[in-house]
């Protein structure tokens, strides 16, 4: 069954059927303030922490779905008959008939009894409830039946940075965007309002969010902190909500129409026994002017308007963190909407200057659509805003993995390189001194406090440790692969930018000492070296990427592998920078653990899992169940440990076993009897997560590796049968968003086989977009140069990619003559001319042949022919073309093509170059 469809010249995935089984998110925010939103505008805000920095409540998991969110009610005075510009939360019949219990029309006198009912046992909140109650209780009653049976229409867009909604209902046409603009800490709802019928109609609309005690778990468990520590009022059309026992934290909600009333306690909007469905002051058509100190706090703003035929209406809510002064700001500066115009464009232009980074067009409109769009964008989500705020994770936890992060950081140093470094420098300083990471652990506990407001000397009523020691937990908890991944995403981010000096930085361990950047990655590399089994594979520790995998004093072959890759990278640093002992050292580091492996783990076919403590194989044929693994198996190929034999019948038996329509399965067979010295996979029923799941993240891998070996058929079927768009037809198997990877899929053991669980915050994207772009395709920067090696299906006849790296624009056409896979047989590159946005003319003079052509950085101009996130045509040659040699990459065995660093000064001036490559 199909629920949308992506719009690629908007960049959206548009919602046509919003009674989606499942809630579609989108996250709005690139800084410090966040919404998770749906497509019926059910979710959350948070101020940089979603467990400490909360602005608006949410209750995950509940019935009804997902509230509350952000939402706009409209009310037709003629008759009482009400809607929100979202589906939810009132739930007009789509088609005429009811869908689901919350589409029930209310009748207002009905509601507005129960809401009077309700207010009158509340009233001892206040005088100002009392007076809300009043105003309900004179409200006439209102047979909404009949107007509530008419269908109404709805629709909703998430684009990169924003959701939109839009009603059609009774000749209303209604819209509502809602958007974090850049460089801003609150959320704008820029909604329109439309009169199509052929009379005059008069509207209430009224803007509503519930606010949230800014600590989650205390808004959640601790009702004398949450309930009465904190008031809301109203002033000047503005609403703060005080959180008074915390001087420096209010929430505001405003919006650029004056309000023809206001309600700020949340039982007095909604009624004491009604829902977000049937508000008592939507029913009633009045808010009632509610404000106090303690309670259940929201931002209710009504707004009576006329609408003559044909007549539009535009305002803009605004939500956002701060006090009424911050509020009055944001409100005076969103004013115009041509303010709030400006805002959109430039939350545009972010996002269009972070896709031309990178822009491809192949023979794939799935490979087009989630790499100019959707993969990168849920990969920078994962990085700006880690893995705690979703629908899934809603903020109890807070902080980094460790593991996640480093690997998140991988893939979009070229798009985001502010955000990659501020994480690389929070992951070395949750290093520990020896050389592990600290699994799970909250950046702020190396920061100082940010609350300058609180008076010197006082003391608040609940104690907040200043330290929290227990995250800096010993070797017994730690994690065998958390420290190996930071050695290549730091060197990634190097490589990408060109920043040596960025390795000399003098960085805290999180215990005590310091050490420059690459001393960190030497002491990682070398925590594995000196904790190693009685094979000579790499202890598992707590556990190793497998969470559920728990070796104790038993071996991983998955971290020898890692601990390979680590040390080359390093090692390949290493003599960039001169330090050639260095890089003897690490190499020889690498070739130890690659002769463990091969010598203690190779099981006729594959790689074994590992080991147990008392030395029994995990992952052999010879077992019962878990007889082969995932996840370790393509790092046999990535980390060049493999011998190129067993790198292939290690990736055959991965393509014989574990393939599936809707990916790779992670294990096989299940397990189904418990064995603790394997670890708690045993415990986890078959079928689910780490029991032979179809677990997303290393589905990435095989991709990497089979790109590595040179099949690209495979390469191509291992990505384009995890890509969620593939399923945007078959959303009743699938059910998850077809715009984002998911952190698993149900695996053929279970009964929801092809069901997909968990989406966004997942490392898949990260991974994909890598594998995708620098494996498939091809490009990826390297020490020496910028690297094309593709490997393709051989039916490709070819594709473009347009790569920004160190000033210069590559648009690179790569042709496919005889198809093949891989291998450069042919290379040409010329400049562009200033008509298409190059600086420069052209060369002084031919550079020889079999060179490495050096490209001189420059600064990049916005000319015409590259404003977009699709490449000019690159088969137009301009200028004198250079012909270049094929350089064989030893590590691939094959001819790749690699432009060298920015140098030659016969190129001076050059930021645009076209580059054709033939593979052959």
């Not at 709030?340 to 269009?352: G, I, K, N, Y």
């Not at 652990?441 to 406090?449: K, S, Y």
């Not at 920078?577 to 690659?594: H, K, N, Q, T």
């Not at 077992?623 to 055959?652: C, N, Q, T």
């Amino acid at each position: 069954m199909r629920y949308g469809h992506f719009d690629p010249a908007a960049h959206e995935y548009v919602i046509d059927r919003v009674d989606v089984p499942v809630s579609w998110i989108n996250f709005l925010g690139t800084e410090d303030f966040c919404t998770v939103i749906n497509q019926v505008a059910g979710g959350y805000s948070f101020y940089r922490s979603s467990e400490r920095g909360r602005v608006t409540r949410f209750r995950p998991n509940g019935v009804p779905r997902d509230r509350p969110g952000h939402y706009v009610y409209l009310r037709d005075r003629s008759d009482g008959d009400f809607w929100s510009i979202s589906w939810q939360p009132v739930g007009k019949p789509l088609d005429g008939s009811a869908v689901g219990d919350t589409a029930r029309s209310v009748d207002a006198g009905e509601a507005g009894e129960t809401a009077k009912a309700g207010n009158t046992a509340g009233n001892t909140a206040g005088d100002a409830i009392k007076a809300g109650d009043e105003a309900r209780a004179g409200a006439p009653a209102k047979d909404t039946a009949s107007a509530g049976s008419r269908p109404a229409q709805y629709r909703a867009r998430h684009g990169l940075g924003y959701s939109q909604f839009e009603s059609t209902y009774r000749g209303i046409e209604a819209t509502q965007r809602v958007f974090v603009p850049i460089e801003s800490a609150c959320e704008v709802w820029d909604v329109t309002v439309t009169n199509h019928s052929t009379e005059t109609r008069r509207l209430d609309l009224f803007g509503y969010v519930e606010f949230s005690f800014h600590t989650v778990l205390i808004d959640n468990q601790n009702f004398q902190m949450s309930l009465y520590s904190a008031g809301a009022t109203c002033e000047d059309g503005i609403i703060q909500d005080d959180f008074y026992y915390e001087p420096w934290t209010y929430h505001y909600f405003t919006s650029t129409l004056e309000p023809t009333a206001f309600d700020c306690l949340r039982d007095s909007f909604i009624g004491a026994w009604n829902t977000e469905s049937n508000p008592a002051a939507v029913v009633s058509g009045q808010c009632g002017g509610s404000s106090g100190t303690t309670q259940n706090h929201c931002g209710a703003l009504q707004h009576t308007v006329t609408l003559a035929p044909g007549q539009t209406i535009r305002l803009a809510y605004i939500l956002g963190y701060g006090d009424r002064a911050k509020g009055a700001t944001m409100r005076q500066r969103f004013t115009s909407p041509g303010a709030v115009d400006q805002a959109f464009d430039a939350l545009h232009h972010h996002w269009r200057k972070r896709r031309d980074k990178l822009a491809v067009g192949t023979a794939s409109d799935t490979m087009n659509l989630l790499l100019n769009d959707w993969t990168l964008y849920q990969a920078e989500t994962c990085v700006v805003w880690s893995r705690f705020a979703s629908f899934v994770e809603v903020g109890g936890r807070t902080g980094l993995g460790y593991r996640d992060t480093a690997q998140d950081l991988m893939s979009v140093p070229h798009t985001n390189p502010a955000a990659v470094e501020r994480r690389i420098m929070e992951l070395l300083r949750g290093q520990m001194a020896v050389g592990y990471g600290l699994h799970l652990f909250d950046p702020d506990l190396f920061a100082e406090a940010e609350h300058p407001d609180i008076p010197v000397g006082v003391k608040l009523p609940t104690v907040v440790p200043s330290t929290n020691y227990e995250q800096l937990h010993g070797i017994a908890d730690a994690c065998s692969d958390d420290h190996l991944w930071l050695v290549p995403s730091t060197l990634a981010y190097v490589k990408e930018t060109g920043d040596l000096g960025f390795l000399d930085r003098v960085v805290g361990f999180a215990d005590s000492g310091q050490a420059t950047v690459y001393e960190h990655l030497l002491r990682a590399v070398d925590f594995t070296s000196a904790h190693l089994g009685a094979n000579g594979l790499a202890q598992g520790l707590r556990a190793d990427w497998n969470d559920c995998l728990n070796l104790g004093g038993g071996e991983s072959t998955l971290v020898s592998f890692l601990h390979v890759w680590a040390a080359r990278e390093l090692a390949a640093a290493a003599r960039h920078l001169g330090r050639p002992l260095d890089a003897e050292r690490l190499e020889a580091v690498a070739a130890a653990s690659a002769e463990a492996a091969n010598q203690a783990a190779w099981d006729g076919d594959w790689y074994l899992r590992g080991f147990t403590a008392d030395g029994q194989p995990i992952g052999s044929a010879d077992s019962a169940e878990g007889k082969l693994f995932l996840e370790h198996m393509p790092w046999a190929v990535i980390s060049g440990a493999a011998p190129d034999a067993r790198a292939r019948r290690a990736m055959d038996a991965v393509w014989d076993h574990l393939r599936s329509p809707y990916g790779t399965h992670l294990l096989w067979p299940c397990y189904t009897a418990v064995d603790d010295s394997i670890g708690y996979v045993t415990r986890v029923y078959p079928g689910v997560k780490e029991n032979g799941a179809i677990f997303s993240h290393p589905n990435a891998w095989p991709v990497i590796a089979e790109a590595i070996l040179g099949r690209g058929e495979r390469a191509w079927e291992y990505y384009e049968t995890m890509a969620p768009a593939r399923f945007n037809d078959s959303i009743e198997v699938r059910w998850a968003e077809p715009y984002a990877y998911c952190q698993f899929i149900y695996g053929r053991d279970h009964a929801l086989y092809g069901r997909a669980e968990n989406p966004w915050l997942t490392g898949t994207a990260g991974w994909m977009y890598t594998a995708a772009t620098q494996h498939i395709l091809g490009v990826r920067p390297d020490w020496d140069g910028l690297v094309i090696d593709p490997c393709i299906p051989p039916a490709w006849d070819g594709f473009t990619v347009q790569r920004q790296w160190r000033g210069v624009t590559y648009q690179i056409e790569v042709i496919n003559p005889d198809h093949v896979s891989c291998g450069v047989v042919g290379i040409e590159v010329s400049p562009l001319p200033a008509a298409l946005g190059a600086a420069g003319s052209g060369p002084a003079g031919p550079v020889p042949a079999g060179s490495s052509l050096a490209v001189p950085a420059a600064p990049l101009p916005s000319g015409p022919g590259f404003a977009g996130p699709t490449c000019p045509d690159p088969a137009r040659m301009h200028g004198p073309v250079v012909q270049l040699r094929p350089l064989v990459d030893p590590s691939r065995g094959r001819p790749v093509a690699r432009l060298g660093l920015p140098a030659a000064p016969d190129l001076a001036g050059v930021s645009h170059l076209a580059v054709r490559i033939t593979l052959g």
